[in-house]
C-alpha cells in the first residue's frame, strides 16, 4: 500500500497560471519535505516542515509556498509558474528518530 | 556550505564484472543514504549508514562509509541488467533550520 501519495502524478500548466501539488501520507511522520528534481540533476531541497513548523531554503523562489493544514496533508503552490519551474516534484516524509526517507511517487510538471 | 560528489557520473558496465561508485562529501557528517530512482519515477532508499565503518549489503549492492575520509563507496558485484538505474547518494548536514539531505549529482548505470 502506498504509504506517501503525491497528486497527480502528471500535471500540466500554462505559464503564469498557480498550480497546486498535493502530497499524502499514511505514516503519521511528523517531518515533510518537498524536493525539486529536474531532468537528470539530483533532488534539491525546497522547504521542509518539522511539524508545523516551515523551514524555507535560502534559494528557494519566492513562487513557492507550501501549506500543511495538519500532520497528513502538504501542498506545494507555485503561483506563477515559469518554464524553469517545469520538473519532477518529490515529497518525502520520515519521523524524528528514523533517518529513513519515505518518498512519494512524484509529481512531473509540465509548463507551457 | 555541504558539498557531495560523486564519480562516475556515467557508467557503463557488462554483465558479470564488478564496479565501484564513490561519493565523496566536504563536511562532517555521520549520516549518509544511497538511493535508487529509476526513469521517471521515485526514489527508492537503499541503505542508511549511520556510523563510521559501516557496511551494508543487499542482494548484489555493498555500501561502506569512512567518516574520516568523509567517503562512501557503493559495490556492485556481478552486475546484472536490472541494476540499470541512477544511484544517488545523500548526506545529512545541518542548517539554520535543521537538518535536511544535500545529494549527489548521481550515478547513471547501464548495465550492458
Known amino acids: 500500500d502506498a504509504m506517501v501519495i503525491q497528486n497527480p502524478r502528471y500535471q500540466v500548466t500554462q505559464f503564469g497560471k498557480p498550480v497546486t501539488l498535493s502530497c499524502s501520507q499514511t505514516l503519521n511522520h511528523n517531518v515533510m519535505y518537498w524536493y525539486q528534481q529536474k531532468s537528470s540533476q539530483a533532488p534539491k531541497l525546497l522547504f521542509h516542515?518539522?511539524?508545523?513548523?516551515?523551514?524555507n531554503e535560502a534559494d528557494t523562489p519566492d513562487n513557492f509556498q507550501s501549506r500543511r493544514p495538519n500532520t497528513s496533508f502538504c501542498f506545494l503552490d507555485i503561483r506563477s509558474p515559469g518554464l524553469g519551474d517545469a520538473a519532477m516534484y518529490l515529497c518525502?516524509?520520515?519521523?524524528?528518530?528514523?533517518?529513513?526517507?519515505?518518498f512519494g511517487s512524484g509529481t512531473q510538471l509540465s509548463v507551457l | 556550505e555541504l558539498k557531495v560528489e560523486q564519480n562516475p557520473l556515467f557508467l557503463s558496465m557488462q554483465e558479470g564484472k564488478n564496479y565501484t561508485i564513490y561519493c565523496n562529501y566536504s563536511?562532517?557528517?555521520?549520516?549518509l543514504y544511497w538511493y535508487r530512482q529509476d526513469p521517471g519515477k521515485s526514489l527508492e532508499s537503499l541503505f542508511v549508514l549511520l556510523s563510521n565503518g559501516a557496511v551494508k549489503q543487499e542482494g548484489r549492492l555493498m555500501a561502506s562509509l569512512d567518516t574520516k575520509a568523509r567517503l562512501s563507496t557503493l559495490h556492485i558485484t556481478a552486475a546484472v541488467h536490472d541494476l540499470s538505474a541512477t544511484y544517488f547518494c545523500a548526506v545529512r548536514g545541518y542548517g539554520t533550520s535543521g537538518s535536511r539531505l544535500t545529494f549527489g549529482e548521481g550515478t547513471q548505470l547501464t548495465v550492458n
Open positions: 563536511t562532517t557528517s555521520d549520516r
Open positions: 516542515y518539522y511539524d508545523k513548523d516551515f523551514n
Open positions: 518525502a516524509t520520515r519521523t524524528t528518530t528514523n533517518e529513513k526517507l519515505f
